[in-house]
Structure formats: C-alpha cells, structure tokens
C-alpha cells in the first residue's frame, strides 16, 4: 500500500488583516470591502516559495530521517527561477542526497496535488517528498490582493510507516481560462468572478470529487471529512452545500486565517484534517486550477503517535500583524522606494565560487575534527581547538539543523536592509562551532544576550541586472513550542 508518511507545513508570521488593506485601497476600489474580514498570511521580505518549501520539508522530518528520501518534488506557480532547478536547491537546502530525483510542477494552483498523485504513482520505487508552496501576488485594488496568502505544506509519500493510506484518485481537466499569467506579469490576471464561481469552481471541484467516490464506490456520507480550498469563504460553504455535506464535514477552509495558498493549500488544508483525524477516517482531498484532482486517503492507526501532530495549530497561534500596508507593498516590491547608494550597488555573483562552496552556503554544512570532536564553521583544513590542531582530520558536520544561542548582536541602521535596522549577531551552536549570521523574523528590541535561536534557509539578496538570486542561512528566535 501507499500513503501518507509524513507532513509539515509552515506559514509566515507575519498577518496582514485584511481591513487594512481595504483602508489604503478602498477609495479605488469600494466594492473590496466585501472580502476585507479576516487576514492574510504575509511571506517577510527574505521569504519566498522556495524558502517556504524548504521550511515546510524540514517540519516534515519529525517522522523520518531526510537519509530515506529518494525524490524531491516542488510544486508552485510564483517559483523564483523560470529556468533553473529550483527543487534542486531545495534539495541542497534540506540536505538531501545529491542522487535524489527531483521536479518541479507548475502551471496551476492544482499542481500540488498533480505532484502528489505523481509520488503515489511511483511509491512503490521511492519515497518522496512533495513540497507545494505559494507566494503570488494580485494587483493593488484588487480580489486576489485580499484574498491571496503565504505559505507552504509538505508530505511524505511511501509505503512503510503510512499515517494515511491513498485508496484512489481521480482528476479531470479542463483549458478553463479563470487565472492566467504569462512571461513579464507580475500579476495574476483574472476574468469574471461571477463567471469563475459559477462556470468554474463550483462545477468542476463536486465534479471531481463526485467521480472519485463513484470510482471508490462510496458515498458521501462515508467519508469523515472533505478538502477542497477555497475562492471566498461563501464560495467555500456553497461548494459544500452543492455536495450534501454537513458543516462538521467540510475541512475548515483557512481563507480567513490565512488567506488561499494556491499551490500549498489543498495540502495544508489536508495537513489540518489529519491533525484530528481519528483512526479509519476516510478524508477526500480536491483541488482547483484547469481542472481539478480528487485524492481518497484512509486513516491508519499510526496517527496516534504522530511527534508533531498540531503543526498548523502551532502555526495559525504564532503570529505578528503587519500594521502597515505600504511595508507589505515594499517587501513585495510593488512600492518603489529610496534605497540610497548603499542600496542599489550589489556585488556581482561568482557562480563558480557559489557552485565550489554550495555545502556552506546551501546546506550550512561545516565540519568536525575526528581527533578530537570539535565543530567548526566554515570548513577548514586544521582544527580550530588550539589543544589539537590536527590537520586533514574533517568530516562533514551539518549546522542547519542545530539550535544555538545569541553571543551577541547588533542592529544597523547605516546599512541597507528592506526592514531596517539590519540586525546580525554571533551565534553559538549547542554542541560547538560559532558563527555570524543575519537574524530575521524579530524586532531589535526583543533580542538579548543567550536567547534560543535556530536557523532558516532565507533569500539574502535579489540581483534582478544578473537574474540572480542568492540565498543562505539566518538565525531566527526560536519558536515557543519547538516547530
């Protein structure tokens, strides 16, 4: 059998409520003050749909070692490269084998759960970790703007160890043209909203789910809970509706918590049903895009046991509001600012030097004298202990999944940094090994000496003149329960 061995997800910690949004672009467009409850999830400006993925993979390990993955898929429709792997640096970032397979899907918000119908198809030869994650963005007075959230959510697909085992899958396609973006938009473009609800959306999701359960030879009523993600949270409940569910059976749509993940939200909405699932549930799982995928799962016993089982909870309670809209247009460059002469001058990129040194710079690696134990960062010939000093005695030692402490730190305000002041600081691995990192996702008056820190893959810099973007580790306060 094949199914569900692992999950993670990780959602930003900023929140951007959606009245403020209306606030700054009301006076445009009044008729958005229909949308405006609730909030949106809001990526810093250092995050991105691949950062995003990796954080959500890594949450994903708490059940399986990253040694047992043979394959890596990533599924998005805002990926920061058009031609470049960028599962393949995701897979570097989350330290996997350079032997694993890796892919990435796109083209729809139904490409998540296009990947994941992919892994189940070749369980039986791997096991594989599918990654889908969103960071898109709607114009300014518009729906999507309201409407759009960050995030991401990861699953590991095999067959030994199944939390939740896939019992079938059907999907239907269709050149339905509601979203659309092509080469030089920034935008997501759409047509009528009418149109999609009623021509679309709610038409093709029952469609699927509905062929799935007579392929299965089941009933609605034999299934515990159902996913599909959502246009509006009225939109959502219609849906319901239209296939006789009940309220209690309708998985909580997240619109208004988060806001709808394309690519990484039938899974992160997965991820919720699973967190209180009972054993022998069964859970339909659709998705929409050009069609749509409709994936039957059955609860395993195994679920009692998960480690890190209230993931999205954790997740939906550690927050931060963003009070200012025109920080949210700054950190996703819509607003043009002043950034002075310090700001605009980026040092071009050795990609040969990058390429030699990607085990530091994408998976953090260092290493750790086999004499006499001690780590350090980076690598080096000779051993840092000045009670050893061996020479070509190293062996790799990875830092990315280390917790360390605050030695010291500063906040910058002479620097360019996209949220000033720029804050770095030394950092003390538990364990051994020191270096300085940049810090994020904190506020300069919240740091202290010896505070918990762990690391997270983030983008450092963008270099749009050479269609580049860098990308290294940064410490970050630890989170209060650990995920």
Known sequence: MVGIIAYGVYIPRYRLKREAIFQGMGWFNPGIKGVAKGERAVAN??????????????????????SQI????????????????NA?????????????????????????????????????????????????????????????????????????????????????????PDQ?????????????????????YGKMIPEAINGLLTKCGLHIQDVSKVVYPPLTAKDHAEVGKSLGLTPDKAQ???????????????????????????????IVVASYGSGSDAILFQVTDKIKGVKKRAQLKTFLGEREELKSYEKYLSFRGILPKEEG?????????????????????LRLVGS???????????????CINPDCGAVDQMEDYPFSNKRGQLFTYTGDNL??????????????????????????????????????????????YQDQARSLYGYFWKAMPLREKGV
């Open 88 to 176: 393949a640096i995701a897979n570097e970032a989350l330290n996997l084998s350079s032997r694993t397979r890796t892919a990435d899907f796109s083209g729809s918000p139904r490409a998540g759960t296009s990947a994941l119908i992919s892994a189940f198809n070749e369980a039986g030869s791997q096991t594989t970790l599918v990654c889908g994650s969103d960071c898109r963005l709607g114009k300014p007075g518009g729906t999507q703007e309201e409407l759009y959230g960050d995030g991401a959510a990861a699953l590991i697909v095999g067959t030994d160890g199944l939390m939740a085992t896939m019992e079938g899958h059907y999907s239907i396609s269709y050149d339905f």
């Open 70 to 85: 043979n394959a890596l898929y990533l599924a998005s429709t805002s990926l920061p490269y058009k031609e470049r792997g």
């Open 415 to 460: 620097t360019f940094s996209e949220d000033p002041p720029a804050l770095y600081g030394i950092v003390d691995f538990e364990g051994g090994g020191r270096y300085w990192f940049d810090i994020t996702d904190c506020r300069l008056e919240s740091l202290k000496v010896g505070q918990p820190v762990q690391m997270t893959f983030r983008r450092k």
């Open 45 to 66: 400006y250092d995050e991105d749909s691949l950062t995003m993925a990796v954080a959500a993979g890594r949450n994903a390990f708490s059940e399986i070692d990253h």
């Open 368 to 382: 750790r004298c086999e004499a006499c134990g001690t780590p350090q960062f980076p690598q080096e010939r000779m």
């Open 180 to 200: 659309r973006r092509i080469d030089g938009n920034k935008f997501s473009r759409s047509w009528e909203e009418r149109w999609i609800r009623e021509a679309g």
């Open 341 to 361: 002469i310090r700001g605009e001058e980026i040092a071009p990129t050795s990609l040969s030097l990058q390429w030699r040194e990607r085990n530091a710079i």
């Open 252 to 282: 909580g749509s997240l619109v208004e918590e988060v806001g709808n993940t394309g690519c990484a939200h039938p899974l992160m909405m997965l991820v919720g049903a699973l967190e209180e699932a009972k054993p022998g549930d069964k």
